[in-house]
C-alpha cells in the first residue's frame, strides 16, 4: 500500500461504498440510501484525496481558500456547462441534488486528486453545508486566525452556530495541518 496511497483511498471507500450499498439493499427503511464522502491521506508533503458526491476538500494558506474537489452535483455539472454561473448555482432550486453517492451503485465512481502540501497549509474537508453557511470570505477570516485545529475547528462551530438561520443542510468538517 505504501507505493500507492491512492489504491488504499480507493480500496477504503469501495469497502465502504459495498457496506452502505448492502444496507440499503436488505433493509426497506434504507432503500434508496446514499451518502457523500471526503478522504485525505497525507504522507510527507502530498495530500492524496478522494471524493464523491459533494463533501468536499479545500487547501487553505496565506493565498486564500481554494477548493480542491469537485461536486458530484447537478448544478456542478450545470455551472461546468456555462449553463448557469457559479452565484446562481448557490441559490438553484437544485443544488442539493447529487449525481453521484458512496452505496447508491454497487461500483464506485469516485475521483482522487494530488495536492502537494507546504509548512502551514491547512487541508479542509467538509460537507457542503460548511460553505452554504458561512462563505468563503468568513471561512477564511477565521481560518487564518493563530490557533490550534481544535481551536479553530470550535471558532468555526461557535461561526455556524451563530449562522444557524442560514444553514440548509448539516455540516461535518475536519482540519490537518502541515508541520515540518
Not at 63 to 90: C, F, M, N, Y
Request: aromatic content about 4%.
Amino acid at each position: 500500500w505504501r507505493a500507492d496511497p491512492e489504491a488504499l483511498l480507493n480500496f477504503g471507500a469501495e469497502q465502504a461504498n459495498q457496506a452502505v450499498h448492502f444496507r440499503a439493499g436488505i433493509d426497506a427503511e434504507c432503500r434508496g440510501m446514499g451518502t457523500t464522502m471526503v478522504a485525505v491521506l497525507v504522507i510527507g508533503e502530498m495530500a492524496y484525496l478522494l471524493n464523491i458526491g459533494d463533501s468536499r476538500a479545500y487547501l487553505v494558506n496565506a493565498g486564500g481558500i481554494q477548493r480542491l474537489t469537485r461536486d458530484h452535483s447537478v448544478v456542478e455539472d450545470l455551472v461546468a456547462k456555462g449553463r448557469i454561473t457559479p452565484e446562481e448555482a448557490r441559490q438553484h432550486p437544485q443544488k442539493n441534488l447529487i449525481t453521484r453517492a458512496l452505496g447508491s451503485e454497487s461500483q464506485l465512481r469516485a475521483d482522487l486528486y494530488r495536492q502537494p502540501l507546504k509548512e502551514g497549509d491547512w487541508l479542509l474537508l467538509c460537507s457542503d453545508g460548511l460553505l452554504q453557511a458561512l462563505g468563503t470570505q468568513a471561512l477564511e477570516a477565521l481560518l487564518s486566525q493563530p490557533g490550534t485545529a481544535q481551536q479553530l475547528a470550535k471558532r468555526l462551530q461557535t461561526a455556524l452556530l451563530a449562522h444557524s438561520g442560514n444553514m440548509q443542510d448539516n455540516t461535518t468538517l475536519v482540519l490537518i495541518k502541515r508541520h515540518r
